[in-house]
């Protein structure tokens, strides 16, 4: 998606003096060089209609960008809130991504203002008169008259120093996006046991823990954490991380590692053997033992017991980094073999998205994979094989789920219409239905009732819904 939409009046990039530059395109220029800096990267995906190339760009594709951008800056000018083009611009990013546009947990918007020349705050646009503006510009205090920075002038490091700010200011508003989007899907994403090792094999540990939390909820929180001495309660608190994981991850070194005072098995050993235990259930965690590739014993005790674990463990692996990260995403996405064996028996759900939001909806398939079957819309095809299959999945699934990702409420209302339209392609049953509601838009979504549908918006609520109607 583009991180960055300018908006601006196109008669502002027109140049007054013809020595002088063309102050959007100047503007663009260091923005992209300062926010590049910040990336380390020269990757900066920026959509801008330059409207010099004799190029007629009609609404909608002005409107696919914007609906794809992460931030919308506004170069506010008086011809920039007087252009009805401009307005709609501004209008279609709020109409799509909430208004007021703040990202989720931080005080910072995903809109953000540059003053070239002052506007009367009664003649700005009412959502964004308020909001904190980079000026461009400057007072003369005996005059009463400003002077626009611009790339060439008198003033022109105050105009590099000011763009500076806004690369940061949207730099660290980027931060603050992807952190609420990593964070929220997070909570989708399987929960990781990840235990005890070696002083050796701490150093590999963290590296594949640093790759793992980017993708799943890893615990314990290494930083917060701390395990008792005493056996009994150890496993007490070995057994309560492992309740709500779908894996869990132990990786052997060349040491023994530390003992209980009331116990000689390692710590090592006894969550291998917790984990077992919870493993051989049921539903119970996937038990994932590593021992690195050209790790070689130096105590006794571990050699023995690397010894019996190769003996008695199908869950053993010895392999790189690389090889055992690569295992515990097939494992937890794909789910475990019984799902996967079983899954023509199990209910089904058919879960519909909107294209933008398939990165999204494939996450929250992951999360329900293990209590039903999901099915998808067809992506690839012609118009009407798209159509048939979706007609398809409509007559044979057992629960129907509405993701609102990106989209706006006009399309959730359309796919709802599914409900009542199976009736007439021969659908006897009624075909159970709710909408998810992902975290863009808080607060249009937060006023959306359906009579046709259950409305949430917390995965453990979605949860026990899909476990409910699995049961009618």
């Given amino acids: 998606m583009p991180d960055i939409f ?8 027109n140049p007054i003096d013809p020595n002088a530059g063309h102050w959007v395109d100047d503007f663009e220029r260091g923005l992209r060089d300062k926010f590049a800096d910040l990336l380390g990267t020269n ?4 959509y801008r209609d330059p409207k010099t ?3 007629f760009r009609p609404l909608n594709v002005i409107d696919a960008a ?20 401009c307005r709609h611009e501004l209008e279609e990013f709020l109409r799509i991504h909430g208004n007021p546009s703040r990202i989720p947990d931080s005080t910072k918007q995903r809109v953000l203002k540059i003053g070239k020349s002052p506007v009367d705050r009664n003649k700005q646009v009412p959502s964004i008169a308020d909001l904190y503006s980079h000026d461009f510009f400057t007072y003369d205090p005996v005059s009463g008259r400003h002077h626009e920075l611009d790339r060439l002038g008198a003033h022109r490091h105050k105009f590099q120093e000011i763009i500076s700010e806004v690369a940061q200011d949207l730099y660290s508003a980027s931060e603050d996006f992807d952190s609420a989007r990593s964070n929220y899907w997070k909570g989708f994403a399987p929960s990781v046991f990840v235990a005890e090792c070696t002083e050796d094999a701490r150093n590999l540990q963290a590296k594949l823990v640093k790759e793992l939390e980017t993708k799943y909820s890893v615990v314990p929180e290494r930083s917060r954490f701390k395990y008792s ?11 309560q991380l492992l309740q709500d994981c779908s894996l869990s991850l132990h990786v052997l070194g060349q040491n023994y590692g530390r003992s209980m005072v009331d116990d000689e098995r390692s ?3 006894l969550q291998i053997e917790a984990a077992g235990e919870i493993a051989s259930k049921e539903g119970g965690v996937r038990r994932v033992i590593w021992l690195p590739k050209s790790t070689v014993p ?8 690397i010894e019996k674990v190769k003996t008695t463990c199908s869950d053993f692996y010895v392999a790189s ?13 794909a789910g475990n073999s019984m799902i996967q064996s079983s899954a023509k028996t199990e209910s089904s759900t058919y879960l519909v998205y909107e294209q933008r939001d398939k990165v999204e909806a494939e996450e929250l398939a992951v999360a329900l994979s293990g209590q039903r079957k999901i099915e998808m819309p067809k992506a690839v095809g012609s118009l009407d094989e798209i159509y048939q299959h979706h007609k398809s999945k409509l007559m044979t699934a057992d629960t129907l789920l509405i993701y609102w990702g990106s989209v706006g409420q006009p399309w959730v209302e359309e796919k709802l219409q599914d409900i009542f339209r199976i009736k007439g392609f021969g659908r006897k049953d009624h075909l159970p239905c709710c909408v998810f509601l992902g975290p863009q838009q808080e607060e249009q979504k937060t006023r959306f009732k359906s009579d046709a549908a259950m409305i949430l918006k917390e995965i453990n609520d979605l949860l026990s819904w899909v476990s409910r109607v699995k049961e009618l």
């Fill in 6 to 13: 300018i908006s601006y009046a196109h008669r502002d990039n």
């Fill in 43 to 46: 990757d900066v995906d920026l």
């Fill in 53 to 55: 190339d004799g190029v």
């Fill in 66 to 85: 914007l609906k794809q951008t992460k931030f919308l800056i506004v170069i506010s000018t008086p011809r920039w809130h007087s252009t009805d083009e």
């Fill in 229 to 239: 001495q005493q056996k009994e309660e150890f496993l007490s608190q070995t057994n």
């Fill in 267 to 269: 710590a090592t050993q």
């Fill in 298 to 305: 130096t105590d006794p005790r571990q050699e023995k017991f």
């Fill in 321 to 333: 980094a690389d090889e055992i990260e690569h295992h515990v995403r097939e494992i937890t996405q």
